[in-house]
């Protein structure tokens, strides 16, 4: 079956533009979350959802960081007025109810290059 | 944040050697996962480790957890050039988000 999926798979924007990124989880999959990784460090938790609801979003760095998931399956990561330090691959993973006992599938990440 | 530490950050071997690494967590946990990355992007799963197990065996890998060290390690046997690439550790902190380590990056010379 479809593994997860993640749009774009590189963006590069200007300091201070709006950005989105998508992240299509397995299907069936009701924890979705959201990791940002920088060059040689391991990925660094961001936010976490339990079907439609943000369960935990304490890794967000800021206000300008926001992630929906209307219906529970697609999610998006929204960042305004980036910033060159928001330049990471931001890493997608969905499973299979609570992630506590259960393993993470992650999508291929989306490369932010902010200019 | 970052709890895990794995230690080495970097290690060569030659094919048919075995690739020990180490993870040093700092809180309690449930479990504890291995995870492989190539060239930067996906992450894949490769094994899960329950706080109530000792060592678990997936083919050629064998981790090991020592709850009472806070320490974790993975054993990659007779290792193959395809294993080239970065691992990391994760755990729980008892919550159902994942704290990674700083990872330890292989390199298995033909």
């Known amino acids: 079956g479809a593994g997860v999926s993640q749009t774009p798979s590189n963006k590069v924007t200007e300091k201070g533009k709006y950005v989105e990124l998508r992240c299509d989880p397995i299907s069936g999959h009701t924890a979705l979350y959201w990791y940002r990784q920088s060059l040689g460090q391991g990925p660094e938790f961001l936010i976490y959802?339990?079907?439609?609801?943000?369960?935990?979003d304490s890794g967000l760095p800021n206000d300008r960081f926001f992630a929906v998931r209307p219906e529970g399956s697609v999610s998006t990561l929204k960042i305004q007025r980036t910033e060159r330090g928001d330049s990471a691959v931001y890493l997608c993973a969905s499973s299979f109810e609570r992630a506590r006992m259960n393993e993470q599938f992650f999508g291929p990440g989306t490369r932010l290059t902010v200019l | 944040s970052q709890q895990g530490e794995e230690d080495p950050q970097a290690l060569s071997i030659q094919e048919g050697e075995n690739a020990t690494m180490n993870c040093s967590y700092k809180?309690?946990?449930?479990?504890l996962q291995w995870y492989r990355q190539n060239s930067g992007r996906g992450l894949v799963h490769l094994i899960l480790?329950?706080?109530?197990?000792r060592e678990k065996h997936s083919g050629r890998l064998r981790v090991t957890l020592d709850t009472s060290k806070k320490s974790s390690s993975l054993l990659i046997t007779a290792s193959r050039a395809a294993d080239t690439a970065s691992y990391f550790c994760a755990t729980d902190e008892d919550t159902d988000k994942l704290i990674f380590g700083t990872g330890t990056r292989l390199q298995v010379f033909p």
């Open positions: 480790i329950r706080s109530n197990e």
């Open positions: 809180t309690s946990i449930n479990n």
């Open positions: 959802f339990q079907g439609t609801g943000a369960a935990d």
